[in-house]
Structure formats: C-alpha cells, structure tokens
C-alpha cells in the first residue's frame, strides 16, 4: 500500500538580491538566525546536513540537487525533501518552498508558516 505523501508550498517576495537568500538559505550561520538552533550542512550534491532546534528535534537531510542562488532540493532522514528555487522579480525575489513529507507531520506546517512570518 502506498504512503500517503502531504505537500506544502509557500511562495513569498523578499526585497534581497538571489545572492543573499542563498547565503540565508545554505550558509549554517545564517540558517541557524531564522530555521533551526544548530546547523551543519555540506551545500554540495550528496553533502548532508543535520539540523538542530531547542526543542531536541533534530532533522537529517542529504543535498539532493543544487544550482547555485537557483534551487535547492534537499531529502529529509524521515523519506520526506524540500526544494526551494529562487527567481528574480521586479520586488527582489520570489522564495518558492515545496516540501513533501510521508505522513502527516505538524511540524512541517508550523516551520513553513514560521518561515514565511521570519522572511516578511
């Protein structure tokens, strides 16, 4: 029987160049300032992350796709990935986040719209 598979997506404008969102999105430091506490993560093809919250929730990913400042796809430990691209637009650029997860996961929710709020 098939998992059933729950999809999010979230699109916003940020007023940054693609260049700055990538630092925000790829660069541990500035990932641990808006996602999670604690963060490793190899922004490479096959590079794997590990991510933190002060919660002790902790989330393995391994970088599944990467075009630099364009999109990044990454699959969580728990069978679930998250794509993120990037486009320019007029306002700065549109920040597309789709992230599907196996089963039902509240957290999922909560993170994307907590992200959402961060990046306003």
């Known amino acids: 029987m098939p998992v059933e598979r729950i999809e999010v997506e979230r699109e916003i404008v940020v007023p940054e160049e693609p260049d ?8 541990p430091e ?4 808006w996602f999670a506490s604690d963060v490793e993560l190899d922004v490479r093809p096959g590079g794997e992350g590990v991510f933190r919250w002060g919660d002790g929730d902790e989330r393995r ?8 400042a364009e999109r990044l ?8 990935t998250v794509a ?3 486009e320019v637009v007029e306002e700065g650029t ?3 986040v ?4 196996p089963e039902f996961a509240p ?3 909560l993170r994307s719209l907590a992200w959402t709020a961060a990046a306003a």
């Open 20 to 27: 700055e969102v990538w630092e925000a999105l790829t660069e």
């Open 30 to 33: 500035r990932l641990e300032e």
């Open 61 to 68: 990913a391994v970088v599944r796709e990467l075009e630099e």
């Open 73 to 80: 796809v990454l699959d969580w430990d728990d069978g679930g």
């Open 84 to 86: 993120i691209e990037l």
């Open 94 to 96: 549109l920040v597309r």
């Open 98 to 101: 789709v992230e599907t997860s």
């Open 107 to 109: 957290a999922l929710e």
